[in-house]
């Protein structure tokens, strides 16, 4: 019989089948390195964790449409309320680390873990990606209070123990927060009047139920016509805005805070994935556009900053907070 006749064995030859095998092995490591490089695939998900309308709501807003065109992909906007802004919180650090869900938030997500009985901590389960935001903080009072610098309303409140209140956006908020700490360096003694928001607090403080509050930018057209009082601001320079108010360590005090927004993301997301996320907020913020955005809200971009750098700053105020809050005793009710 020819051997031509003979049937070719199906078998591979074992050289053949390494080579085979190691290009398959190739092939898949360029299909996962092109899938990695091709972030972002689809849309991107950024959660404010307050309402429409408020600062971080406005200022995520502004940045989304821009950071899509930058990533090549729709950023869209998503506001989840709830319990003090830990809905939102809660449902960014539960998502999965994959890029597609980012949270931009404001200083609840560093104040709310002394408050509340939180499932997580938000220091472990999100990574700070990069800061957008700082707004300018006004100590206003209603027209009709007999006083005009920040010496005159201490000296005041000390004569007229437990007789001033003062309005907040609730438990917990930055302006009870900055409050707080008013009254332990001057020790006055003022009620606390929590709202659902800081509208409220405006439309009181403007009819005269409420007697002062730490405005975060609501008040500047009041200020400028004269109907509520402006007596000092708590940040570390004068505000553009009104550079004849006094800083309150200028008044005489030590207190300075300021409100500070920024973007984060769960934390097991991939590193190229934060790097470039946050390069491209810290361009975004510096432009005119955004610059503009910011002014309207008595604010500015915050100093651009790497993760670390902007993790690292978090967390110092993180600390203060904490402190403050557990020395002040405050209890969400």
Known sequence: MSDRLLPRSTVPHPARLSIALALAAAAAVATGTAQAQAWPAKPIRMIVNFAAGGSTDVIARSMAPRLGEALGQQ?????????????????????????????????????????????????????AVAPTGRAAIFLVTRAGLPVKTLPEFIAYARANPGKLNYGSAGNGSLQHVATEMLIRETKINVVHVPY?????VMVDLLGGQVDF??????????????????LAVPSAARSPLFPNAPTMIEAGTSMTIAWLSGVYAPAATPRDVVLRVNREINRIMQTPEARATL???????ATPATPEEFGASQQKARERFGALVKEANIRVK
Request: charged share 20%; net charge negative.
């Open 295 to 301: 002014s309207s809200m008595a604010a500015e971009p």
């Open 75 to 127: 950023v869209v906007v998503e506001n989840r309320v709830g319990a003090g802004g830990n809905i939102g919180i809660e449902a960014v650090a539960r998502s999965a680390p994959d890029g597609y869900t980012l949270l931009h938030s404001s200083d609840a997500i560093l104040i709310n873990p002394f408050l509340y009985d939180m499932p997580l901590d938000p220091a472990k389960e999100l990574v």
């Open 213 to 230: 509050t730490f405005d975060l930018g609501a008040s500047i057209e009041h200020i400028r016509s004269d109907k509520v009082r402006l």
């Open 196 to 200: 659902k928001g800081s509208q409220q």
